[in-house]
């Protein structure tokens, strides 16, 4: 059998991985000692839901890869769904090297007006997850192990790049797709979420962004990282297929909203009111925005379909996911309902229709995640009011942020899409995107 030269590489790469973790001597990594409480500090009850919401974010990859795999057709319902399993295999890996560090890492950024505010941790904070131990961070987790705040936050970082796949499906290789992840885990996923969620961040501490649980860090980044994607690499020479498995779609659907009461409630990192605050909103925001999706549907002469309500559900899971613990029930009714028909006018929109986005992930979770955050500086209660409750200065700066977070995500995505095509091509060639993906890529077929 004639083995490739990139998967020689490859596997020299995981090799010298693997090894290094074993070899890697912790006292070169930078000093962390005066970060940690003691053990006493600590509160099982945390503990208990913090690992029960890291298993129920886990299941969300798998459950995203039962929602893709049932919209695209029958010959790449294999490829599609590996693109997200495999998520969890690669980017876990990535986020024990380097990539834990350079999201929670000591920051290195800015200095303005004499204030350090992070853009990207430092590398060699905790490389090979040295130093990630059981003791709880005062700052970032006070009342739970370390380890267990970073392995909940690997879920948020699996998930991510998971989502984009969405937008290229049946048409991209399965290596270049594994490289261009990576990139997208080191170039924008890492420096963003140390920007929105460590403590210094430049996101969190100047611009004071609320983001509970990753409208900017997960949704949005995928959502533009999917829009460069679809423009990178094209049409697909059919783009019109039949869903292979409806059903598969519902399950999908079913095991993201229970996962996502992980996502969303274990953001409070606590057993706390702030939880069930966060568990409530993203049932009733979700709830809304499918019955809004189905009804918009009906009101514009097109059927109530299995598939709309789904998608709508997830669109409304989108939204609220920035604001689910600063906003009332009331408020994730509203959040709810108007995502969904935002995001419906884009779905059916004629010159987004012009874009080969495969399964329309910027137009749910991109514009889903851009909602969420306009709407939570509307609404959000608590410290620095937000627009309804007198506040301008965060409604302002949430706006800035957009911008910032938008421009940085397309842009940068655009980039390491090129540098994948120039180092593996992206693309599959005619025969195989004719073939189907799963033949072509993995000798597998969906039956």
Not at 34 to 63: E, H, Q, R, S, Y
Not at 248 to 266: D, K, P, Q, S
Request: glycine residues 10%; aromatic residues 12%; hydrophobic residues 50%.
């Amino acid at each position: 059998m004639k083995i490739g030269l990139k998967w020689i590489v490859s596997f020299s790469v995981i090799t010298l991985v693997a090894f290094g973790g074993l070899f890697w001597n912790p006292e070169t990594r930078l000093p962390t000692t005066g970060n940690f409480l003691t053990a006493d500090k600590i509160v099982g009850a945390d503990v208990a839901w913090i690992l029960a919401a890291a298993g129920l974010v886990l299941l969300m990859t798998p459950g995203l890869s039962f929602f893709y795999g049932g919209m695209v057709g029958k010959k790449n319902v294999i490829s599609t769904m590996l693109q997200s399993f495999i998520a969890l295999g690669v980017i876990s890996i990535v986020w024990v090297v380097v990539g834990f560090s350079l999201s929670f890492g000591a920051s290195l950024g800015i200095s303005i007006h004499g204030e350090q505010y992070g853009i990207i941790g430092n590398p060699f904070t905790y490389p090979f997850f040295s130093g990630v131990e059981s003791l709880p961070h005062k700052l970032m987790a006070p009342t739970i192990p370390f380890i267990l705040f970073a392995l909940f936050q690997m879920k948020f970082a699996v998930i991510t790049p998971a989502i984009i796949t969405g937008s290229f499906a049946e048409r991209v290789r399965f290596i270049s797709y594994l490289l261009f992840i990576v990139l997208f885990s080191i170039f924008i996923y890492a420096p963003l979420c140390h920007m929105v969620w460590h403590p210094d961040g430049l996101l969190n501490k100047y611009f004071g962004v609320k983001d509970f649980a990753g409208g900017t860090v997960v949704h949005m980044s995928a959502g533009f990282a999917a829009l460069a994607g679809a423009l990178v690499l094209g049409k697909r020479k059919n783009p019109h297929h039949q869903p292979s498995n409806i059903t598969y779609v519902i399950l999908g659907t079913g095991m993201l909203w229970f996962g996502w009461f992980g996502f969303n409630a274990g953001s409070a990192l606590s057993a706390s009111a702030s939880a069930a605050t966060a568990f409530g909103t993203t049932t009733i925001a979700s709830a809304s925005a499918m019955m809004t999706w189905i009804f918009f549907e009906r009101i514009n002469g097109r059927s109530v379909s299995a598939l709309g309500a789904c998608i709508g559900a997830v669109v409304g899971l989108v939204a609220i996911t920035p604001g689910c613990g600063f906003v009332s029930i009331q408020e994730s009714l509203f959040i709810g309902f108007i995502s969904a028909v935002v995001s419906n006018l884009l779905v059916n929109w004629k010159t987004m229709k012009k874009i080969d986005d495969t399964l329309d992930v910027f137009a749910c979770h991109g514009v889903g995640g851009i909602m969420g955050m306009i709407l939570t500086a509307i609404f959000a209660h608590g410290e620095n009011a937000s627009l309804l409750h007198g506040g301008t200065e965060v409604f302002l700066h949430h706006m800035m942020a957009l911008i910032l977070v938008s421009a940085f995500t397309f842009s940068g995505s655009f980039v390491l899409y090129k540098i994948t095509d120039l180092l593996i091509t992206l693309r599959v060639s005619e025969e195989s995107e004719n073939k189907g993906l799963d033949l072509s890529q993995h000798e597998e077929s969906f039956s």
